[in-house]
């Protein structure tokens, strides 16, 4: 059946301390199957110049790819939430980001996701201001890989964490709905859950976020190369595509994924 997940209900749960589930999708296929399966927000992410496009980064993705896979997911969805990530240098500045924003809008994205903390507050604000809905990603943000060196665990440091909750309660303030976090302790998404009124969904960051995304591609174990540690393999498990679906959608709502060793403290 239809639920049509929106940003309100994903407050809603929340502040019911039910927990949001979340997976990359890039295709019609796979969104039905997990729309279906009541994922309940599903994110076109720049992972797929690497999982689709088989770069070491995300940093070749264009806008016209996201649009594409956007586009795409949005014709299979059956009512999740659908997040469309801008993609390197698309958001450099508040012009650029509401320009590139409208297109990912158009081609069925119900909000955008944007890395980065307060150099953002500005775009942010001028999202909102033209109905366009915004998630936020901190902690490790993969288009910044050059800049951190290598993709490391962030927030390990006291002054490092303290900054990661200050950025937070100002992206929003300035409108963000959601905020991702990426490898980060489990301890410092404790506190950011805590302290943020929207909710976070971690990837790498513990069991005290309100909600966990997984790229699909680690979900299903057909990454090749390198399987972070924050990844589960729920097809081993399972030995079906649905039934995997399923059983990660069942562990994320009842706190038993993620587990401490797929965590960082
Ligand atoms: O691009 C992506 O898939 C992401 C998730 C890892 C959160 O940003």
């Not at 993609?87 to 119900?110: D, R, V």
């Not at 680690?218 to 059983?247: E, Q, R």
Request: proline share 4%; aromatic share 6%; net charge negative.
């Amino acid at each position: 059946m239809k639920k049509n997940m929106t940003s309100a209900k994903l407050i809603q749960k929340k502040i019911a301390g039910e927990k949001i589930s979340a997976l990359t999708a890039y295709d019609a296929s796979f969104a039905g199957v997990f729309s279906d399966q009541n994922v309940d927000v599903l994110l076109i992410g720049d992972s797929l110049g690497m999982v689709l496009q088989g770069n070491d980064s995300t940093l070749p993705v264009t806008i016209d790819d996201i649009c594409y896979h956007t586009r795409c997911v949005k014709a299979g969805n059956n009512g999740s939430l659908i997040i469309a990530d801008m993609p390197f240098m698309t958001y450099s500045t508040p012009e650029s980001t509401w320009i590139n924003a409208g297109k990912l809008m158009q081609a069925g994205a119900n909000m955008v996701k944007l890395e980065g903390g307060k150099w953002l507050l500005e775009s942010i604000k001028g999202l909102t201001q033209r109905g366009i809905p915004v998630c936020a990603h901190l902690g490790l943000t993969p288009q910044s890989v050059n800049v951190f060196g290598g993709y490391k665990v962030q927030g390990r440091e006291q002054e490092q964490a303290d900054l990661m909750i200050e950025e937070a309660l100002a992206l929003e303030a300035a409108g963000a709905q959601l905020l991702v976090v990426e490898c980060i302790p489990a301890s410092l998404a404790k506190r950011l859950s805590e302290a943020l009124t929207i909710p976070t969904i971690g990837i790498g960051a513990g069991v005290h976020c309100d909600g966990q995304i997984l790229v699909m591609h680690d979900l299903l174990g057909i990454s090749t190369g390198y399987i972070p540690k924050f990844s589960k393999n729920y097809m081993t498990l399972t030995g079906d595509i649905h039934k995997a679906i399923a059983a990660y959608v069942e562990e994320v709502s009842s706190g038993t994924f993620p587990g401490p060793e797929h965590s960082f403290e």
